[in-house]
């Protein structure tokens, strides 16, 4: 819950709008928060945290498969107060029963907008794959909210980590940051040499930089 990151660079990760970031965090002009009544700080200090934003960029999903703002908005309220959390886009539970409390979610407040469980068979509700293939990003913690993302998905050595080089992308287990190792590559390093001086393998370097660049 550590605020982490500023609104540009949590916009950045999500693949958001800045503008999107504070309207679904603080609100806005006629805006109600989507993620219920979170702190802002002055101007443009306000921060985010890793469960904010991990609660971001879910609920990007979610928007994507043209679901109506306002029913993420009572989603996650409902999710929240079924499941006693403040961060239940962040929570394992989302991804483990998402889809049966979600159905119960829609079955107790039905209205148009969009869905946010398929079927998987006559008797069982899953979330769409957008949202299910996210989620299966994200390492949890014990307390089963999340701990790190793999923003390119799990074949790609890049992990979001709050509690390394200030939760910027770095490379798996070696704490480089993404930006150094591209930086340096587009100054006209080669592979091997930015491979060598970090002690990474060139295609570790290669699969970095096809996804970041």
């Known amino acids: 819950t550590g605020k982490t990151y500023s609104v540009r660079q949590a916009a950045a990760l999500a693949k958001v709008s800045h503008g999107t970031v504070r309207n679904w965090l603080f609100g806005g002009y006629e805006v109600e928060p989507v993620f219920g009544n979170r702190e802002k700080g002055r101007g443009d200090l306000a921060l985010v945290s890793f469960l904010e934003l991990s609660e971001l960029i879910v609920a990007a999903r979610f928007r994507r498969l043209k679901i109506h703002l306002q029913r993420i908005r009572d989603a996650h309220d409902f999710a929240s107060k079924d499941w006693k959390v403040d961060y239940p886009f962040a929570h394992l539970n989302l991804q483990s029963i998402g889809g049966h409390i979600l159905s119960k979610f829609e079955e107790e407040q039905p209205a148009p907008g969009g869905h946010f469980v398929v079927l998987s068979s006559p008797e069982q509700h899953v979330l769409p794959g957008l949202v299910s293939e996210e989620l299966a990003n994200f390492e949890y913690a014990r307390d089963k909210f999340a701990a ?66």
Do not use: Y
């Open 148 to 213: 790190r993302w793999f923003p390119f998905g799990r074949g790609v050595p890049v992990v979001v980590d709050p509690r390394f080089s200030a939760g910027q992308p770095t490379i798996v287990d070696r704490g480089v940051r993404v930006e150094i190792i591209h930086r340096r590559w587009k100054a006209g390093e080669t592979v091997n040499s930015i491979a060598r001086d970090f002690e990474l393998e060139p295609p570790q370097v290669e699969a970095v930089l096809q996804h970041v660049a």
